[in-house]
């Protein structure tokens, strides 16, 4: 493993030397073979990406190129509409329910934006907002899509495990959505989505914590059992009301439990394709690292220290240790516990640190994919030991949804 990292660095240094840190790089090998390995997970149902996982356009339709990917899991409204137009896909499912009156006054007012995006819903409300937005008899009837909570929630509710997204939580309530949904003029109910972020985002193998992840472990597959008998009720009772193109479930950490649903008929994924540091915590599929910074060495303050300029990119989520950059080539280097990664320096310990001089870099990791492209304009595509592409992200093409 240690001789693998070192011929990585060696190539990553090599393909960037003509580049100032900080800056972020892609190893395209990597990223492919993390998109075939998600296809194979899928065992023949189409992986939907997602598009706040990855976050630039041209990696987007990059995965969408390749057989298995079929259309994106947005995050925000806008930012569908901007994928729709700029021909990334015409299939756009927006994850999350909107309350952007300019956005949905857009959507309204274009026919073939109204046929290529879908709205999230879980709650009436939502509708009326979209009808003061714009009325039903004047607009196309727009495409939505209605969430089922996935949490469990065992002893009679006392106990939540997951996360807390959509009030739907039973197959009834998902019926009587659906119902309100059907009679309402103005609204097509194409799809029904289900994220069970307890499976699908929480590494089963904590790093030095084994009676937690045992007890992960016997969590999720409780989960999954429970899961399994109410997505299908609830998929039944909503196609009493509608005629689902689509039952979307899962993520990058779920993939080949989600797609064995036979009530799902698509699964999503898009952070295995970055293979950020949070999926070194999975056993089923850890993905190959595709996705990195460079950081310049520009102090050494002591034996076994040196001091990179930046470097403090933190993922978001409960703060802690988990939710740090890792640092990763050259192996062997670690935050200091008392400053961690900080906004213009990060000092990192090691006995490789003394060997490093003033201008080298240090490779990080990010611990959730997308969010890394929120600290760069542009990132640059690698091939082997060259850079073969350099590509705005989406802050670098002018965008910040979130």
């Known amino acids: 493993m240690a001789t693998d990292r070192d011929k990585l660095r060696d190539r990553l240094d090599r393909a960037t030397a003509h580049l100032d840190p900080p800056y972020a790089v892609v190893d395209l090998s990597a990223f492919d073979a993390n998109a075939e390995a998600l296809v194979d997970r899928a065992a023949g149902k189409p992986v939907r990406i997602a598009s706040k996982s990855v976050r630039v356009r041209e990696l987007l339709t990059r995965a969408l190129g390749r057989p298995g990917w079929r259309g994106v899991m947005a995050f925000t409204l806008p930012e569908a509409l901007w994928l729709a137009r700029s021909g990334v896909s015409d299939d756009v499912l927006v994850a999350y329910p909107t309350a952007d009156r ?14 290529a995006v879908t709205l999230m819903i879980d709650d009436a409300g939502q509708l009326d907002l979209v009808d003061q937005v714009c009325p039903p008899g004047r607009r196309p009837a727009l495409r939505v899509c209605l969430e089922l909570d996935a949490s469990w929630r065992p002893l009679g509710g006392r106990v939540h495990v997951g996360v807390r ?11 009587t959505l659906a119902a309100t949904v059907a009679g309402r003029p103005g609204f097509r109910l194409v799809g029904l989505m289900s994220y069970e972020a307890q499976i699908a985002g929480l590494g089963d193998a904590p790093p030095g914590q084994a009676l937690l992840g045992t007890a992960i472990r016997v969590t999720q597959r409780g989960s999954y059992r429970e899961l399994l008998a109410r997505r299908a009720a609830a998929v039944a009772a909503v196609r009493e009301h509608a005629d689902l193109e689509f039952v979307n479930g899962g993520g990058t950490g779920s993939v080949a439990a989600t797609s064995a ?13 970055y293979g950020p540091t949070l999926f070194d915590a999975y056993r089923a599929w850890r993905p190959t690292p595709a996705a990195f910074f460079a950081c310049a060495v520009v102090r050494r303050p002591g034996p076994g220290l040196a001091t990179v300029l930046g ?20 192996a062997g280097l670690k935050l200091l516990g008392a400053e961690g990664a900080g906004e213009v320096q990060t000092p990192l310990a090691g006995d490789v640190a003394t060997a490093l001089r003033i201008g080298d870099r240090v490779w990080f990791r990010h611990a959730k994919a997308g969010e890394l492209c929120e600290h760069v304009n542009e990132v640059h595509l690698v091939d082997g030991d060259s850079v073969v592409a350099t590509v705005p992200t989406y802050r670098g093409e002018g965008h910040a949804f979130l």
């Open 165 to 175: 997204r959509s009030p739907v939580h039973s197959a009834g309530a998902a019926g």
């Open 311 to 330: 470097g403090g990119w933190i993922a978001s989520g409960a703060a802690g240790d988990s939710r740090l950059p890792r640092p990763w080539l050259p």
């Open 102 to 115: 300019r956005a949905l006054a857009e959507l309204a007012a274009d026919p073939a934006l109204a046929d």
């Open 261 to 273: 649903d036979p009530a799902v008929t698509e699964v999503t994924a898009g952070s295995g394709l």
